[in-house]
């Protein structure tokens, strides 16, 4: 047991290897969004009223509520599991790499704050404060799981910074309304019916302007979307006359895709008058929509220095008399 044990200590992970880890990272801040959203559509959100015990107990009663709550509790189990492995087994990866033990350590600091919110989120009674921040808080992890994984994929300055400056800053822009669509989302589901709590429980709700605000909230959320989806197409034009390389067209492809996909949904959500099985797959979704366009931003690339223009010596410089 002691020889084993020393094995795995001086044991080290290839960057292949790692690079498994830290997909799994991502993987598992898209599956907490997930279960939280479905959490907060069944009705769940209360199931357990106080945190991190249910009723006074480690274990949740058998009510269907109560249960499906805790059970979102425990999926945060194997995700800092595997945030905190992302973490240590950067030290043990060979050869060993600054940055990503840096980025590493958002993820379980990243879990962390989230079980902090969640809690403060349990005991704010779901205010809509609470919730829009605990869902902002689940996309900043997406996006350090992302740059993990994708800095894992690659040596520093292994590839070369682009020229092409309007692709760079057309593609930053579509991620900047990416984040700005999820924040008008967030909105839209605070003011919506699916409070996150069960029938009876009373939940502050975002309301600027009676039942009008809901409407307002869905409607201008659709307008950022539309705009979000016109500009991914844009810049997928743009990459293509350009010539960009296949990474970058293939994400931006898979962003329009994923963006046509998300209109369709939300246009029947919409129509349906927001059931809770369509809005888990729209807040489902969006998650993996923020991740694709976070990957975008990343495959672009950064923008290289200007070039400043070389002097001409004094004496050539001179203007004959």
Partial sequence: MARRLSSLRERRLTPSQYVRVADLGVGAFVLIVMTG???????????????????GRVYPPVQSHALVEFSNRM?????????????????RREPYRRDLVWLSSLLPLGVLAQAVLG??????????GWVMGHFGLS?????????????????????????????????????????????????ATAAGPHAGGSPGQRINRLDFDGRATMDFVIHRHAEIGF??????????WLAGRRGASPGVRGTLRTLCLLLAAQGA????????????????????????TWLVAVWAAAAVGRVAPARVPEERPAELARVPA
């Fill in 119 to 128: 809690g403060l989120t349990v005991r704010g009674a779901l205010d809509y």
């Fill in 139 to 187: 996309m900043l992890c997406i996006v350090a799981a992302a740059a993990l994984a994708w800095r894992a994929r690659r040596e520093p300055g292994a590839r070369p910074a682009t020229e092409d400056r309007q692709l760079v800053w057309l593609v930053r822009g579509v991620c900047g309304l990416g984040a700005l669509t999820l924040f008008a989302g967030t909105a």
């Fill in 227 to 236: 705009a979000f989806g016109v500009a991914a197409l844009a810049a997928y």
């Fill in 37 to 55: 959203a479905a959490v907060r559509l069944s009705g769940s959100g209360l199931g357990c009223p106080n945190w991190p015990r249910c009723f």
């Fill in 265 to 288: 949904v939300g246009m029947i959500q919409y129509q349906s008058h927001l059931p809770s099985e369509i809005v888990w797959v729209h807040v489902s979704l969006a998650a993996v």
């Fill in 75 to 91: 999926v945060t189990v194997p995700v800092c599991i595997i945030a905190f492995a992302a973490y240590l087994l950067a030290f």
